[in-house]
């Protein structure tokens, strides 16, 4: 049992970094902060401007969301709820899956818990970092690290347009050929929304990669208030523990 045990450990641990490699290579690191209400709140901004108009998140709850990251019913009303009057609704989109089928020939995937179904905020922080042009695409755009990718670059007004710098390789048969070595900025956008100026593009990923992170979990924020207050109380009760086997053991001493 312990032999197979190890086995599995080993194969998961050879298994993981292949996976991560045939997803397009090494990810962009990113550290998540879901104590941070401020990131999460203009990530939840970004989330609902540029992805909720085809992206759902049905199993957050608007209520749930604004009591979360201190965020009142009424801005709620006004600055996040595009498609429904009611606080307690879901966060879904007016499209129907039939529609963003014939429209992108693949519905959008709902976002509630993607980051846990992508392996967390690395990947998703990389992906949004690595939209190019490619004019041979429908879209305009392609994605190194998710090839072919059906998506837009949706938040290009936010970061510009990046184009692939090109280095020369040989392949396994010794032939010389050309393969994306990085990207880099082409083009800055000809202007930003009033609420992102000023603001740097990679924040604002980490902004909104961070709220996804949270979405996935949101019980997290309540843990690690709970978390807080059990170590406090773990704290006193070790002065306590203390105090007492010192009274019951000064006779012996």
């Keep these: 049992m312990i032999r197979f045990s190890s086995l599995l450990i080993l194969l998961l641990a050879i298994y993981t970094p292949l996976c991560a490699a045939a997803e397009g290579g090494n990810l962009m690191h990113m550290e998540t ?7 999460l709140r203009r990530g939840a901004r970004t989330f609902v401007n540029y992805c909720l108009s085809c992206h759902s998140a049905e199993y957050m709850r608007f209520s749930r969301m604004g009591r979360d990251l201190g965020i ?7 600055n996040f709820m595009f498609g429904t009057d009611k606080v307690g609704d879901t966060m879904t989109v007016a499209m129907r899956s039939e529609d963003a089928k014939k429209f992108f020939g693949v519905a959008p995937p709902d976002l509630s818990v993607i980051a846990r179904a992508r392996g967390g905020a690395d990947w998703l922080y990389t992906y949004l970092m690595s939209f190019y042009r490619d004019p041979s695409k429908a879209t305009g755009v392609n994605n190194l690290l998710f090839p072919n990718v059906s ?5 290009w ?9 090109y280095k020369e390789v040989k392949d396994e048969s010794g032939k010389t050929v050309k393969q994306i070595d990085h990207l880099e900025l082409e083009a800055q956008p000809d202007h930003k929304p009033k609420a992102y100026q000023g603001e740097d593009y990679k924040q604002t990923v ?10 996935g979990e949101p019980i997290k924020l309540k843990r690690y208030t709970i978390g807080g207050w059990i170590m406090f109380y773990l704290a006193l009760l070790l002065i306590v523990v203390y105090l007492m ?3 019951y053991w000064k006779d012996v001493h």
């Design 33 to 39: 902060n879901l104590s941070n209400k401020a990131s």
């Design 72 to 78: 009142s019913d009424d801005v709620l009303r006004k």
């Design 151 to 155: 998506m837009p670059d949706v938040l």
């Design 157 to 165: 007004e936010l970061q510009g347009w990046q184009r692939p710098v």
């Design 206 to 215: 980490h902004d909104l990669v961070n709220f996804l992170v949270y979405l």
């Design 245 to 247: 086997k010192k009274e």
